[in-house]
């Protein structure tokens, strides 16, 4: 399971007597690549507030995944968003304790998607899969805090590395609730290391993703799409 969110619903949530209320969620705008945050509206806080971004497999909460180091009122999107949505979670805080209120979702983040063209083109999984990565680099390492899967029930997830890695070949099935957490492949690589991610479906066209660790730097990623039978990715359509 994904850890909770601290979620607020709606302006009314109650809050124990004197800690500050929410009353207005805050409110995510985009110019360009560069996401911006509000406070939203409180009751009893204490400034300043303190900002966290989640990166979310789909429009709902429970999806969400914390992204490592994004502590400022801004975020600017990067290859890792790419088919996600992204909240903003706002903690305001006083003498007798704190709570966080999360932004409604962003629309996904534009990616490069199958389309099925002229006779014979085989259809795409739909919905088409989003492959959500979080963790943190430091030095030649990097931690893998999240790999969370949406995409249809019944899809194959394969996942397999290569290189500098001690992370082992293994497969999920998408259940029901269209989502999937692999959590055997949260572990720590070395620069180098090479993360690749297959999902599939019978008669459909599938995901292809790759994650390159890299030295002081977020991993570099590499969406592509994968036909039936086929070991080696396309461009997508």
């Known amino acids: 399971m994904v850890a909770a969110l601290g979620f607020v619903a709606s302006a009314e949530a109650q809050a124990p007597t004197g800690q500050p209320?929410?009353?207005?969620?805050?409110?995510?705008?985009?110019?360009?690549?560069?996401?911006?945050?509000?406070?939203?509206?409180?009751?009893?806080?204490?400034?300043?507030?303190?900002?966290?971004?989640?990166r979310c497999a789909d429009a709902s909460p429970e999806s969400c995944i914390a992204v490592p180091g994004q502590?400022?009122?801004?975020?600017?999107?990067?290859?890792?968003?790419?088919?996600?949505?992204?909240?903003?979670?706002?903690?305001?805080?006083?003498?007798?304790?704190?709570?966080?209120?999360?932004?409604?979702?962003?629309a996904p983040v534009?990616?490069?998607?199958?389309?099925?063209?002229?006779?014979?083109?085989?259809?795409?999984?739909?919905?088409?899969?989003?492959?959500v990565v979080t963790g943190r680099t430091t030095g030649a390492r990097t931690r893998i805090t999240g790999l969370l899967v949406r995409?249809?029930?019944?899809?194959?997830?394969?996942?397999?590395?290569?290189?500098?890695?001690?992370?082992?070949?293994?497969t999920r099935v998408i259940p029901a609730g269209r989502r999937v957490r692999l959590r055997k492949g949260e572990l720590l690589y070395r620069a180098g290391a090479i993360l690749e991610i297959r999902v599939t479906g019978r008669a459909r066209i599938g995901k292809f993703t790759r994650l390159r660790m890299r030295r002081g730097r977020?991993?570099?990623?590499?969406?592509?799409?994968?036909?039936?039978?086929?070991a080696v990715p396309s461009a997508c359509s």
């Open 110 to 131: 534009p990616v490069s998607a199958p389309t099925a063209t002229g006779p014979g083109a085989l259809p795409r999984l739909s919905p088409f899969p989003v492959l």
């Open 218 to 230: 977020a991993p570099a990623r590499l969406d592509r799409c994968l036909a039936p039978g086929a």
């Open 21 to 54: 209320v929410n009353r207005a969620l805050p409110v995510v705008t985009q110019a360009g690549s560069t996401l911006t945050t509000t406070d939203g509206t409180w009751v009893g806080d204490t400034r300043p507030y303190t900002y966290e971004w989640l």
């Open 151 to 170: 995409g249809p029930a019944g899809a194959r997830v394969a996942v397999g590395c290569r290189g500098a890695c001690r992370a082992k070949p293994f």
């Open 71 to 106: 502590t400022a009122s801004t975020y600017l999107i990067t290859g890792l968003d790419a088919g996600a949505r992204l909240r903003s979670r706002v903690t305001a805080s006083n003498p007798l304790g704190s709570r966080a209120a999360v932004s409604e979702p962003t």
